[in-house]
């Protein structure tokens, strides 16, 4: 069975935003709790479809995000 890997907290500086599908062979399935929370240098993100649950407040005051996509 696999692990399931969250995306905790977002630290990159990129406006631009790829989550990658596997994290050390797994896949990537939840995006936390606040994990891009007034982040307010992204403008887009792109998750995998392997993304299965978003946490409360996890795009909460990303002024500048506009927009949002999945591969």
């Known amino acids: 069975m696999d692990n399931i890997v969250t995306l905790t907290k977002y630290i990159g500086k990129d406006t631009e ?5 596997t994290y050390l062979g797994q896949p990537v399935t939840v995006i936390g709790e606040g994990a891009f929370e007034s982040n307010t240098v992204i403008t887009s993100v792109t998750l ?8 409360k407040a996890a795009f909460k005051g990303c002024s500048n995000l506009k927009q949002m996509s999945c591969y």
Not at 17 to 21: C, K, L, Q, S, W
Not at 48 to 55: A, D, K, R
């Open 48 to 55: 995998p479809n392997s993304i299965t649950t978003i946490g």
């Open 17 to 21: 935003v790829v989550v990658p599908d």
